[in-house]
Nanobody, 115 residues
Framework: QVRLVESGGGLVQAGGSLRLSCVAS???????MGWDRQAPGKQRELVAI???????NYLDSVKGRFTISGDNAKSTVYLQMDSLKPEDTAVYYC??????????WGQGTQVTVSS
């Protein structure tokens, strides 16, 4: 069983920054970790992902503003969000993909960007 706990969400003005953290515990055999988000009335979308080898990929709309990083020793993944925009407002969910292809999500953390 895998447990993911996110932290770091909150309210910020447009142009500001937030850093999300996600700590994984349990039977972790992670192939990749990442962050999804879901805004009200919209589908959940993958924002950023990092593989165990350090490769990263980003949603086009966040490229150059968001940075994903990981600490394998701490089983933690971070999402540094800079130059935030109101359209970044969403619940952000940590995602873990195991080497067997199973996917787990955390409970989510709210990010609200005011204009």
């Amino acid at each position: 069983q895998v447990r993911l706990v996110e932290s770091g969400g909150g309210l910020v003005q447009a142009g500001g920054s937030l850093r999300l953290s996600c700590v994984a515990s349990g039977s972790i055999n992670a192939m990749a970790m990442g962050w999804d988000r879901q805004a009200p009335g919209k589908q959940r979308e993958l924002v950023a992902i990092i593989t165990s080898g350090g490769s990263t990929n980003y949603l086009d709309s966040v490229k150059g503003r968001f940075t994903i990083s990981g600490d394998n020793a701490k089983s933690t993944v971070y999402l540094q969000m800079d130059s935030l925009k109101p359209e970044d407002t969403a619940v952000y969910y940590c995602r873990l993909i195991t080497t067997r292809g199973s996917v787990f999500w955390g409970q989510g953390t709210q990010v609200t960007v005011s204009s």
